[in-house]
């Protein structure tokens, strides 16, 4: 079965400086992964995913991230954190192979200060 | 419609009560998705239903709890004798039906069990 793990429940940042926020994630086939973001008293919004190809991907608002299969890993990468960027943001891994049942880490809320 | 839209936005109910939950995915989206995410928590999968397939269940935690789809189109969440432990904002989610596609997510329903 797959799982994901997102390590820190919480990462502060300031405005300017780059910030990463980390997934590990766990399947016995080829991945699917995404990143969502919630921002307060809003819905859960599609940034990005990776499916096959170049493991770095490229996103809405600016995000990006790497995808490492030796790691297991799938980062949230921004080069230049905005205020605007404060929220819970989500990792999410499906089982290339196994449908479509899709799980989610239990979210990192990201804290940029000005 | 142009997103995924579940209703009601907000349900209190009281103790030992059964209550019904919509969802009504985006047209064309074959998958559907529901998740439970308690107060500052991530998403707990429950249930995803694709196509005509028989639905995967793995994920709801008691027998009060149960789906249903009507076709391609309407979802309703039942949760029977509601218990306090079951208040949490239910997230709907459609996709289209191809396993390398990002869902979307409606607004939730908030659902308090007093």
């Known amino acids: 079965a797959q799982s994901v793990a997102q390590p820190e429940d919480q990462v502060n940042v300031a405005e300017g400086n780059p910030l990463t926020v980390k997934c590990t994630y766990s399947v016995s086939g080829n991945p699917y992964l995404f990143w969502y973001v919630q921002y307060p008293n809003r819905g859960l919004q599609f940034l990005l995913k990776?499916?096959?190809?170049?493991?770095l991907v490229k996103g809405s608002y600016g995000f990006e991230a790497e995808f490492n299969k030796s790691q297991t890993s799938f980062h949230l990468k921004k080069p230049s954190a905005l205020v605007s960027d404060s929220a819970l943001y989500f990792c999410a891994v499906r089982e290339g192979t196994g449908g479509f049942k899709t799980i989610f880490g239990a979210g990192t809320r990201l804290f940029v200060k000005a | 419609g142009a997103g995924v839209s579940q209703s009601p936005s907000n349900k209190v109910t009281e103790k030992g009560k059964d209550v019904e939950l919509r969802c009504d995915p985006i047209s064309g989206h074959t998958a559907l998705y529901w998740y439970r995410q308690r107060l500052g928590q991530g998403l707990e999968f429950l249930i995803y239903f694709q196509g005509n397939s028989a639905p995967d269940k793995s994920g709801l935690p008691s027998d009060r709890f149960s789906a249903e789809r009507t076709g391609e189109s309407v979802s309703t969440l039942t949760i029977q004798r509601t218990q306090q432990e079951d208040s949490a904002v239910y997230l709907c989610a459609s996709s289209l039906d191809r396993e390398n596609t990002e869902a979307f997510f409606g607004q939730g329903t908030r659902l308090t069990v007093v």
């Open positions: 990776y499916i096959t190809g170049d493991n």
